[in-house]
């Protein structure tokens, strides 16, 4: 989605719109300040709708202009868009819709995993003792105890986990690339399913490395195929997604 008019979110959940940029998208011929003075006619409270805040501009001569503007809820942002009523107001207002929905989307995600360790105490180290537990079984043995580890997972985590039933790769399908538990044995990162699932979600890969916390550079090397993650960075991933631990080993 492009951003056709920059929005802030908040550490409270809240996003916050410029009333100058708004003012701005608008193509309002009437001054911001007259412009601002009517629209808060209409019902808007300072503190609750907007907040006066300053801001900068460069002049001319190599200075700063100081500039009056205000923070708008997101709310108040969208019912100033349909007051306009013309087709950048409309614009504007689905703009905003949209924006809500992805940031509503994208908390989700991020309680998801959040409400999953608070009642479980399952951590990120659990997971990865998980995988190290599964890629240190014999091979003839990796199933058996691949079902076990998921089942007790299943057991102490609240929401149904499926262990997807892969088909063994043939030898010469087997991407060179793989990564390299403590034992030396070496698994396939599936890099396509986790792409899938973001844009699926309209999760954007700086918001998921964020959720995530891991480094935006390690997953785009890794969604990119520069590179391979490790336990770590492929733990935290699953965590985050609330899904099983092994969720993306396999090729893709």
């Not at 709310?75 to 100033?80: I, R, S, T």
């Not at 499926?162 to 990564?179: L, M, S």
Request: one cysteine or more; hydrophobic letters at 35%; a positive charge.
């Amino acid at each position: 989605m492009n951003e056709l008019i920059k929005v802030h979110h908040k550490g409270d959940g809240n996003i916050i719109v410029s009333g100058r940029e708004l003012h701005k998208f608008l193509e309002l011929t009437e001054r911001f300040a007259k412009w601002f003075d009517k629209m808060i006619s209409f019902g808007f409270e300072d503190g609750v709708d907007y907040t006066g805040v300053k801001t900068f501009t460069p002049t001319g001569n190599g200075g700063r202009q100081e500039l009056q503007d205000y923070a708008l809820t997101i709310d108040m942002a969208k019912e100033l868009a349909m007051i306009q009523r013309n087709d950048k107001g409309k614009q504007a207002r689905r703009y905003f819709i949209e924006v809500e929905k992805r940031h509503t989307k994208m908390l989700a995600q991020t309680e998801q995993p959040k409400q999953i360790e608070k009642s479980t105490n399952l951590s990120i180290e659990d997971g990865m003792k998980m995988m190290e537990l599964i890629s240190n079984a014999p091979a003839h043995a990796v199933d058996a105890v691949t079902t076990i580890a998921m089942s007790f997972m299943a057991e102490i985590i609240p929401t149904p986990i499926v262990v997807p039933k892969e088909t063994p790769e043939p030898i010469e399908q087997i991407p060179k690339k793989r990564a390299a538990s403590p034992a030396g044995r070496t698994i396939p990162f599936n890099a396509k399913k986790l792409l899938n699932h973001l844009a699926k979600n309209g999760i954007s890969h700086g918001d998921f490395a964020q959720m995530s916390g891991t480094s935006r550079s390690v997953l785009s090397n890794s969604l990119t195929g520069k590179s391979t993650p490790g336990f770590e960075s492929r733990a935290k991933w699953c965590v985050a997604l609330g899904k099983p631990v092994n969720w993306l080993n396999g090729g893709a």
